[in-house]
């Protein structure tokens, strides 16, 4: 292809993107094809002449479409959002020129300090301490800042890693020696809840500490008491606390963990604390979610993914750290044929070493276009707007009458079920069987419809709906569908009770 060829077929794809957004809405969301369904399609090997731009073209409308779930789809309720816009579609396809791979200030300057800029920009605009800044008030460069990683996944590692550099660090300054300390790391124990998403595990995993998982109560938070207890268990086993993670909005039912209480007892035990807001942290863009995020100014490390509720397409998972020199020591290494001195000099990030591969591309291209053209008040509309529609939603399941409501609505996510007296004729609270059968077969149900997707999730063995708002396309519109599908589903599964 050459580039008359690409500008003449750049053109068609722009238009054929514009197409599929603006008819989203008229195709089920959810794929309906069974596994398999493109092996059994497609070539056994890759062309071995040139195709044709008209025949892929084609074949991305009856080969791959079919096998689309569409998130940007106003009516995909599941997980959480996973938002796309034009500005930040516009700011990627920059990045798809350029190529680059900027794990250094020198790959290409712009790169590092933009993502340095507008991490800062985005920092302060979700109302962060000033100990996150990459660039303090007098223009000196900050002990902290803000790196843009690929997943929420991603930056649970990263810290984690940075905290066991800092564990290990404080056992060196206690006498022991470099082999000494290292022989402790098996008994690193990093402290999560039964609602901290697998990422934390994960990242467990990776580095191959011990964890915790510390029960909650009825609320599903995460508690300061609960987490002492854990802590002195495991101090008495011999065990060494290095690792907590809180989180703001939580995947089962955003639920917001005490960050205060949990920020106590990391300064008290010299842990890592990392705040994981992958979802609800967009929300804080709004001065009125800030006083639920009390506790973060105290934390390590804090990370929202902008990819999610934040009009910034994937990957962009925004992490700030409050002091960058574990991190940094824990990923440094140096070689020959990485650049010298002139990158390491004030306001340079080397962010290779903020992350764990070499390479990066130039996410943050994206995320100025979308704080740019959407500007504070725009990200804040579309919040709102989100959480208006979510508590809308939540105001017409009570009116109803069948459904009751398991977890406070605060941001887009409402968290329910159909209640026992609804499948049975008493008001009692029924077998818990029974109503989980309900209650997952009214997702089932909903889903069947084939208008809308959304799941189902347990919270303690209790069957819950969820429905996830917060499309970047979706209107009321959307969430008038999701109600009236509801009902309907509802009424199919007690006439079957
Ligand atoms: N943390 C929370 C609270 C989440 O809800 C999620 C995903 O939904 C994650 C972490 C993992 O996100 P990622 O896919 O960016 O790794």
Same mark, same amino acid.
């Given at each position: 292809?050459?580039?008359?060829?690409?500008?003449?077929?750049?053109?068609?794809?722009?238009?054929?993107?514009?197409?599929?957004?603006?008819?989203?809405?008229?195709?089920?969301?959810?794929?309906?094809?069974?596994?398999?369904?493109?092996?059994? %399609?497609?070539?056994?090997?890759?062309?071995?002449?040139?195709?044709?731009?008209?025949?892929?073209?084609?074949?991305?409308?009856? /080969?791959?479409?079919?096998?689309?779930?569409?998130?940007?789809?106003?009516?995909?309720?599941?997980?959480?959002?996973?938002?796309?816009?034009?500005?930040?579609?516009?700011?990627?396809?920059? !990045?798809?020129?350029?190529?680059?791979?900027?794990?250094?200030?020198?790959?290409?300057?712009?790169?590092?300090?933009?993502?340095?800029?507008?991490?800062?920009?985005?920092?302060?605009?979700?109302?962060?301490?000033?100990?996150?800044?990459? %660039?303090?008030?007098?223009?000196?460069?900050?002990?902290?800042?803000?790196?843009?990683?690929?997943?929420? !996944?991603?930056?649970?590692?990263?810290?984690?890693?940075?905290?066991?550099?800092?564990?290990?660090?404080?056992?060196?300054?206690?006498?022991?020696?470099?082999?000494?300390?290292? /022989?402790?790391?098996? /008994?690193?124990?990093?402290?999560?809840?039964?609602?901290?998403?697998?990422?934390?595990?994960?990242?467990?995993?990776?580095?191959?500490?011990?964890?915790?998982?510390?029960?909650?109560?009825?609320?599903?938070?995460?508690?300061?008491?609960?987490?002492?207890?854990?802590?002195?268990?495991? /101090?008495?086993?011999?065990?060494?606390?290095?690792?907590?993670?809180?989180?703001?909005?939580?995947?089962?039912?955003?639920?917001?963990?005490?960050?205060?209480?949990?920020?106590?007892?990391?300064?008290?035990?010299?842990?890592?604390?990392?705040?994981?807001?992958?979802?609800?942290?967009?929300?804080?863009?709004?001065?009125?979610?800030?006083?639920?995020?009390?506790?973060?100014?105290?934390?390590?490390?804090?990370?929202?993914?902008?990819?999610?509720?934040?009009?910034?397409?994937?990957?962009?998972?925004?992490?700030?750290?409050?002091?960058?020199?574990?991190?940094?020591?824990?990923?440094?290494? #140096?070689?020959?044929?990485?650049?010298?001195?002139?990158?390491?000099?004030?306001?340079?990030?080397?962010?290779?070493?903020?992350?764990?591969?070499?390479?990066?591309?130039?996410?943050?291209?994206?995320?100025?276009?979308?704080?740019?053209?959407?500007?504070?008040?725009?990200?804040?509309?579309?919040?709102?707007? #989100?959480?208006?529609?979510?508590?809308?939603?939540?105001?017409?399941?009570?009116?109803?009458?069948?459904?009751?409501?398991?977890?406070?609505?605060?941001?887009?996510?409402?968290?329910?079920?159909?209640?026992?007296?609804?499948?049975?004729?008493?008001?009692?609270?029924?077998?818990?069987?029974?109503?989980?059968?309900?209650?997952?077969?009214?997702?089932?149900?909903?889903?069947?419809?084939?208008?809308?997707?959304?799941?189902?999730?347990?919270?303690?063995?209790?069957?819950?709906?969820?429905?996830?708002?917060?499309? !970047?396309?979706?209107?009321?519109?959307?969430?008038?569908?999701?109600?009236?599908?509801?009902?309907?589903?509802?009424?199919?599964?007690?006439?079957?009770?």
């Amino acid at each position: 292809m050459d580039v008359n060829e690409f500008r003449r077929r750049g053109k068609e794809v722009v238009d054929a993107i514009a197409d599929y957004y603006e008819n989203l809405d008229s195709v089920p969301p959810l794929s309906a094809v069974s596994p398999g369904y493109l092996y059994k %399609i497609m070539p056994n090997e890759a062309p071995e002449d040139p195709e044709s731009f008209e025949d892929i073209q084609a074949d991305i409308k009856t /080969k791959i479409m079919p096998g689309m779930t569409h998130w940007q789809s106003g009516n995909f309720f599941a997980w959480f959002p996973s938002n796309s816009s034009f500005p930040a579609i516009l700011g990627d396809m920059y !990045s798809s020129m350029f190529n680059i791979v900027g794990f250094n200030w020198i790959c290409s300057p712009a790169a590092t300090e933009l993502e340095t800029v507008v991490m800062d920009w985005l920092g302060k605009l979700v109302g962060l301490d000033k100990r996150y800044m990459g %660039i303090k008030d007098d223009g000196t460069e900050g002990t902290g800042g803000g790196v843009i990683q690929g997943t929420a !996944s991603e930056a649970h590692i990263v810290v984690m890693i940075a905290g066991r550099e800092k564990a290990l660090e404080r056992l060196k300054a206690q006498g022991l020696s470099e082999d000494d300390a290292d /022989k402790m790391r098996y /008994k690193f124990v990093a402290y999560f809840s039964d609602q901290t998403h697998s990422a934390g595990q994960k990242a467990a995993n990776i580095i191959g500490c011990k964890t915790h998982t510390v029960p909650t109560g009825d609320d599903l938070r995460l508690t300061k008491q609960a987490l002492r207890a854990a802590i002195a268990a495991d /101090k008495a086993a011999g065990l060494i606390p290095f690792f907590v993670c809180g989180t703001f909005g939580t995947t089962n039912t955003t639920a917001i963990d005490d960050l205060p209480g949990i920020a106590e007892v990391a300064e008290s035990e010299h842990m890592w604390n990392h705040v994981d807001a992958a979802y609800a942290g967009a929300a804080l863009v709004c001065p009125e979610f800030r006083p639920l995020a009390a506790g973060i100014e105290r934390a390590d490390s804090f990370n929202f993914n902008a990819h999610k509720w934040m009009l910034t397409n994937f990957d962009c998972s925004a992490l700030w750290v409050a002091d960058s020199t574990h991190l940094v020591n824990a990923l440094s290494i #140096h070689r020959e044929y990485f650049p010298p001195a002139e990158d390491s000099t004030s306001f340079v990030k080397n962010y290779r070493d903020w992350q764990l591969p070499l390479g990066r591309r130039f996410r943050a291209l994206k995320l100025w276009f979308v704080l740019r053209m959407y500007g504070a008040s725009g990200i804040r509309a579309h919040i709102r707007e #989100h959480v208006r529609q979510a508590k809308w939603l939540e105001e017409k399941l009570l009116a109803d009458g069948r459904f009751e409501i398991l977890a406070p609505t605060v941001f887009g996510l409402v968290v329910f079920r159909l209640k026992a007296s609804a499948i049975s004729k008493s008001d009692k609270d029924g077998d818990l069987e029974s109503l989980n059968k309900a209650n997952t077969d009214l997702v089932a149900y909903c889903n069947e419809d084939g208008r809308l997707f959304m799941l189902s999730t347990q919270l303690k063995g209790v069957v819950a709906v969820r429905v996830a708002i917060g499309s !970047s396309f979706g209107t009321q519109k959307n969430v008038d569908l999701v109600l009236d599908v509801l009902k309907e589903s509802a009424s199919k599964v007690i006439a079957e009770f």
